[in-house]
């Protein structure tokens, strides 16, 4: 099996002080990173987390998974890693994409691909700590450190896989199992045009996972999360005219119709969700059937496979994971 890195997914949902707990306890059972999740007003404060993360772990990489340029601007979010990274020196990671629910929910669109590719170029300079030209004048954090910050940009757009092959460490992607096959032949593509080894960019893969001693409870634990994915990769294959399934077409138009942004990825939605789709956007079952689907999953050249824990106790999956899942395979 080839070397990978095991990660953690946030979104936080719960009282703060239980998200932390959360990053304590995958530092200490050996996850490589832990991704706090950005979209204000519905979830707690990313970088309060983060930097409340920070100074009670030791080894994790900590960031936010993802943040955006639209609600928060680029000089904002160079601060913030720069004290991040005082915090948690060498262990700061960004997670950054065009947005998503963050403008949302308050009425703004994402970021424009051409905009988002001369944003995250200045922002390279900034959390070096090199100075940049914002409204006529010169503007440079003068304490970020003199240490990189690996970038991996959310993503499922060719276009957006191209600044990451030119700008970043990796994408984060989260879609349907699939898929996973082409998204990464296509970043493989975006490195070589840029003239960089794909060795260099990896794919984070992001899944909703959960674990109980019931199946049938971890799949429909899952389905809240799934609901927005399906969302969005179905959805978009359905505007495309290339959605061939006609109950995916008219669950995907459901969600449409139905999803509330307001509680998103919560179980509200689960009744949306087709129980054909769990297989195809999550693992979730006892902890031997997400082992064998985990195996499946390491068969792809991902460079991290990030979990998003579902169900009554997160705390319960990512120490199922760690200790029934990693260790057994």
């Not at 390279?124 to 010169?138: F, Q, S, V, W």
């Not at 296509?186 to 794909?198: D, F, I, M, N």
């Not at 991902?302 to 169900?311: A, H, K, Q, S, Y």
Request: glycine share 8%; charged share 25%; with cysteine.
């Amino acid at each position: 099996m080839t070397q990978i890195r095991f990660g953690v997914g946030l979104f936080a949902t719960e009282n703060a002080s239980d998200g932390v707990r959360l990053a304590q306890r995958a530092d200490a059972l050996g996850f490589d990173r832990f991704w706090v999740g950005d979209s204000h007003m519905i979830w707690r404060e990313a970088f309060v987390m983060l930097g409340a993360i920070a100074s009670t772990t030791n080894r994790i990489q900590i960031g936010p998974g993802v943040t955006h340029p639209a609600v928060r601007h680029m000089t904002v979010i160079a601060s913030a890693m720069a004290t991040l990274s005082e915090l948690a020196p060498n262990r700061a990671v960004l997670g950054i994409g065009v947005g998503a629910t963050g403008p949302e929910n308050i009425g703004m669109k994402p970021v424009a691909v051409e905009e988002f590719d001369t944003t995250l170029a200045a922002l390279k300079y900034l959390m070096a700590g090199d100075a940049i030209e914002i409204n006529g004048r010169d503007v440079k954090c003068v304490f970020a450190l003199q240490q990189p910050i690996p970038i991996y940009i959310g993503t499922r757009a060719p276009k957006v896989m191209r600044i990451a092959a030119a700008l970043g460490e990796g994408i984060i992607y989260t879609g349907e199992v699939s898929t996973l096959a082409g998204t990464i032949a296509t970043l493989k593509q975006c490195c070589a045009e840029v003239g960089r080894s794909p060795s260099e960019v990896r794919l984070v893969y992001r899944i909703p996972c959960s674990i109980a001693e019931k199946s049938s409870d971890a799949r429909e634990e899952v389905k809240g999360k799934i609901a927005r994915a399906a969302m969005t990769h179905l959805g978009r294959l359905h505007k495309m005219g290339k959605l061939d399934d006609p109950e995916d077409r008219k669950a995907v138009e459901r969600l449409w119709q139905h999803y509330d942004t307001y509680h998103h990825m919560g179980p509200e939605h689960s009744h949306l969700v087709r129980d054909e789709w769990v297989e195809r956007f999550a693992v979730a079952g006892t902890a031997d059937e997400v082992r064998r689907q985990v195996e499946k999953l390491l068969q792809f050249d991902i460079g991290e496979l990030t979990i998003i824990p579902f169900g009554k106790s997160k705390k319960y999956v990512i120490e199922k994971f760690a200790n029934s899942v990693i260790t057994g395979l």
